[in-house]
């Protein structure tokens, strides 16, 4: 074990804030060459994490030396852990992307805000993951949603705007109701601390907690962007600048689905039950009606931004088949990351896509086969992961999403997984058909920078090859306290 | 009843009061002012359930300034983004025909 002041827990919270701070200071061009090298130190951090987690398994650590009551505890298992590895994985591939895609002249003015704002963004999400007690992960959740609104306004477009601004308010709304589900539940047992709380609630549940659940839930699902919560997504995710969308879509909506699950499976356990089966009708609904959307998308960026609605409500059809065996809590958090490295990828090579044809419809797409390749490639092996094609790890997720609906004999949640997968087809082969269709003759391609595509080549590869390693991510998942 | 209770309840009137102002009022500052209130319900919720027994308890004071402090950077970046939008469209809502409330 390391000394308590060189924890990788703590540094994975402290560094992004330090680079955001200097990176304000420095610039873009310098910045966003900080920004790179600490977020390579900060995966270095999370595989250190993970190492250590494997060989001495879950546990706690006291910031500063300060425990809980008055001080901040951050708790480390498997499941914190899985979603940092990714969290990290993610960024990093991001931030190179980014570098190019912020040179390109276009996209400069753009660059001074991302990267401080990234920062943070990072730093909040690496805490959230990390907090063990319901005020704190409150504070986390607020930090990461008013740097991801700051996000999607970084171009200062009308239409970025006006989607950041609806995003703060459904983003603010929702953190309020979950603070009062805080207050609640404070008021109830006297404590909000996730581990406390566990068999307090088991023991007595007064009609205030039953509003708490309530409230902290639905507030989390409206920032999931669950369905009927949608609406705010697609124009916040479809605006933003192709690496904001990019982080946004993979990153940002998982962590409030962390929380749900958190929840879910922690202090509101014996409540669940109550609510699992609306969670996953809603999460039924999201899958049938963003596919559809997507479907009939006219722009690319709203066609991937849907597709985030659809394959979002896949991580809410397993609350129905939570058991013992925990097949559906691992088809869940695979989903959660094979679906943050392929929306990653699929917005990353949507980005390149707009950049060399310079326009964002998909009709506009005739003849980049030829032009972008890579890319193209990218995309659709992207989009592998997204209908659940084998090797894909999203073929893992719903092929054990599958598994546990048979297991429990409810049939019906397997006739939308497949559903979901047809249309996700759909979608995917709607824009790979239009890529190959000849360019019409006035049409004319700009260069775009190679490193691009390779970084949006990247995130796509891992999220196929991913299925094959699902083992070892299963198993580092496994690590309870 | 004790006063504890008196005040979370109320905070709770507030808390639903100004949920129902950010979804109903149309115009954004209003919309702004509406949060602020709903956050200043759920911190009296969160003070006064604590106060029940008659003895203060620190806990909560410290959560409810962490929760002010939150509430006022969220608060600046609302009435930035009002700003710049209003300097951009001249309107002071999102949706078109709404101005006049």
Same mark, same amino acid.
């Given at each position: 074990?390391?000394?308590?002041?060189?924890?990788?827990?703590?540094?994975?919270?402290?560094?992004?804030?330090?680079?955001?701070?200097?990176?304000?200071?420095?610039?873009?061009g310098?910045?966003?060459?900080?920004?790179?090298?600490?977020?390579?130190?900060?995966l270095?951090?999370?595989?250190?994490?993970?190492?250590?987690?494997?060989?001495?398994?879950?546990?706690?650590?006291? /910031?500063g030396?300060?425990?809980?009551?008055?001080?901040?505890?951050l708790?480390?298992?498997?499941?914190?852990?899985v979603?940092?590895?990714?969290?990290?994985?993610?960024?990093?591939?991001?931030?190179?992307y980014?570098?190019?895609?912020f040179?390109?002249?276009?996209?400069?003015r753009?660059?001074?805000?991302?990267?401080?704002?990234?920062?943070?963004?990072?730093?909040?999400?690496?805490?959230l993951?990390?907090?063990?007690?319901?005020?704190?992960?409150y504070?986390?959740?607020?930090?990461?949603?008013?740097?991801?609104?700051g996000? /999607?306004?970084?171009?200062?477009?009308? +239409?970025q705007?006006a989607a950041?601004?609806?995003?703060?308010?459904?983003?603010?709304?929702?953190?309020?109701?979950?603070?009062?589900?805080?207050?609640?539940?404070?008021?109830?047992?006297?404590? /909000?601390?996730?581990?406390?709380?566990?068999?307090?609630?088991?023991?007595?549940?007064?009609?205030?907690?039953?509003?708490?659940?309530?409230?902290?839930?639905?507030?989390?699902?409206?920032?999931?962007?669950?369905f009927?919560?949608?609406?705010?997504?697609?124009?916040?995710?479809?605006?933003?600048?192709?690496? /904001?969308?990019?982080?946004l879509?993979?990153?940002?909506?998982?962590?409030?689905?962390?929380?749900?699950?958190r929840l879910?499976?922690?202090?509101?356990?014996?409540?669940?039950?109550?609510?699992?089966?609306?969670?996953?009708?809603?999460?039924?609904?999201?899958?049938?009606?963003?596919?559809?959307?997507?479907?009939?998308?006219?722009?690319?960026?709203?066609?991937v931004?849907?597709?985030?609605?659809a394959q979002?409500?896949?991580?809410?059809?397993?609350?129905?088949l939570?058991? *013992?065996?925990?097949?559906?809590?691992?088809?869940?958090?695979?989903?959660?990351?094979?679906?943050?490295? +392929?929306?990653?990828?699929?917005?990353?090579?949507?980005?390149?896509?707009?950049?060399a044809?310079?326009?964002?419809?998909?009709?506009?797409?005739a003849?980049?086969?030829?032009?972008?390749?890579?890319?193209l490639?990218?995309?659709?092996?992207?989009?592998?992961?997204?209908?659940?094609?084998?090797p894909? *790890?999203?073929?893992?997720?719903?092929?054990l999403?599958?598994?546990?609906?048979?297991?429990?004999?409810q049939?019906?949640?397997i006739?939308?997984?497949? *559903?979901?997968?047809?249309?996700?087809a759909?979608?995917?082969?709607r824009?790979?058909r239009?890529?190959?269709?000849l360019?019409p003759?006035?049409?004319?391609?700009h260069?775009?920078?190679?490193?691009?595509?390779?970084?949006?080549?990247?995130?796509?590869?891992a999220?196929?090859?991913?299925?094959?390693?699902?083992?070892e991510?299963?198993?580092?998942?496994?690590?309870?306290? | 009843?004790?006063?504890?209770?008196?005040?979370?309840?109320?905070?709770?009137?507030?808390?639903?009061?100004?949920?129902a102002?950010?979804?109903?009022?149309?115009?954004?500052?209003?919309?702004?002012?509406?949060?602020?209130?709903?956050?200043?319900?759920?911190?009296?919720?969160?003070?006064?359930?604590?106060?029940?027994?008659?003895?203060?308890?620190?806990?909560?004071?410290?959560?409810?300034?962490?929760?002010?402090?939150?509430?006022?950077?969220?608060?600046?970046? +609302?009435?930035?983004?009002?700003?710049?939008?209003?300097a951009?469209?001249?309107?002071?809502?999102?949706?078109?025909?709404?101005?006049?409330?």
């Amino acid at each position: 074990m390391t000394e308590a002041w060189l924890d990788p827990a703590a540094w994975l919270i402290v560094l992004p804030l330090l680079w955001a701070g200097l990176a304000f200071l420095a610039g873009p061009g310098r910045g966003a060459r900080l920004a790179i090298v600490a977020l390579a130190l900060q995966l270095a951090l999370a595989l250190k994490l993970a190492a250590d987690l494997t060989a001495t398994g879950a546990r706690v650590h006291a /910031v500063g030396g300060w425990g809980a009551p008055l001080g901040i505890d951050l708790m480390i298992d498997g499941l914190s852990t899985v979603l940092l590895l990714l969290t990290q994985v993610v960024a990093v591939a991001l931030a190179v992307y980014a570098q190019g895609y912020f040179a390109d002249a276009h996209h400069r003015r753009e660059a001074t805000w991302f990267w401080p704002l990234a920062g943070f963004l990072l730093a909040a999400m690496n805490a959230l993951f990390l907090s063990a007690d319901l005020f704190n992960l409150y504070v986390t959740l607020e930090l990461l949603g008013l740097a991801a609104v700051g996000l /999607v306004a970084v171009g200062g477009g009308t +239409a970025q705007l006006a989607a950041a601004m609806r995003y703060l308010l459904v983003s603010l709304t929702a953190s309020g109701a979950y603070l009062l589900g805080v207050a609640l539940v404070y008021g109830a047992y006297g404590t /909000v601390s996730i581990a406390t709380l566990g068999p307090l609630v088991a023991a007595q549940l007064p009609l205030a907690v039953w509003l708490a659940a309530g409230l902290m839930l639905v507030g989390l699902m409206a920032k999931t962007a669950l369905f009927p919560f949608h609406f705010w997504l697609p124009p916040a995710h479809g605006s933003a600048p192709a690496p /904001v969308s990019a982080l946004l879509s993979a990153l940002v909506v998982k962590a409030s689905f962390y929380l749900v699950l958190r929840l879910w499976l922690g202090p509101f356990a014996s409540l669940g039950s109550t609510a699992a089966g609306l969670a996953g009708a809603l999460g039924a609904a999201a899958i049938l009606w963003g596919s559809w959307q997507a479907l009939r998308a006219q722009r690319l960026k709203q066609l991937v931004a849907w597709s985030t609605v659809a394959q979002l409500g896949y991580l809410f059809l397993i609350f129905p088949l939570l058991t *013992a065996d925990g097949l559906a809590l691992q088809a869940g958090v695979l989903q959660t990351v094979a679906h943050g490295l +392929a929306k990653a990828a699929l917005f990353a090579a949507a980005g390149v896509l707009m950049l060399a044809t310079g326009r964002d419809t998909v009709e506009g797409l005739a003849g980049v086969a030829g032009r972008v390749p890579l890319t193209l490639f990218a995309f659709g092996l992207a989009g592998i992961t997204i209908m659940g094609l084998p090797p894909s *790890a999203g073929f893992l997720a719903k092929w054990l999403l599958i598994d546990a609906a048979l297991e429990s004999g409810q049939w019906g949640w397997i006739l939308v997984i497949i *559903a979901g997968g047809l249309l996700a087809a759909g979608y995917i082969f709607r824009v790979l058909r239009q890529a190959f269709l000849l360019a019409p003759e006035e049409s004319r391609f700009h260069p775009v920078p190679r490193r691009l595509e390779w970084m949006a080549f990247v995130l796509a590869a891992a999220s196929v090859l991913l299925g094959l390693r699902g083992a070892e991510l299963v198993a580092l998942l496994g690590i309870t306290p | 009843m004790s006063t504890g209770l008196l005040y979370a309840l109320a905070g709770v009137v507030l808390f639903a009061l100004g949920a129902a102002g950010v979804i109903v009022l149309a115009h954004l500052l209003r919309k702004i002012l509406a949060f602020n209130v709903m956050g200043s319900g759920a911190f009296l919720v969160l003070v006064g359930l604590a106060q029940r027994t008659g003895v203060p308890d620190p806990v909560p004071q410290a959560m409810v300034l962490t929760g002010i402090v939150v509430a006022v950077a969220a608060t600046a970046l +609302a009435l930035g983004l009002a700003r710049a939008w209003h300097a951009r469209t001249g309107r002071g809502t999102l949706t078109e025909g709404e101005d006049r409330d």
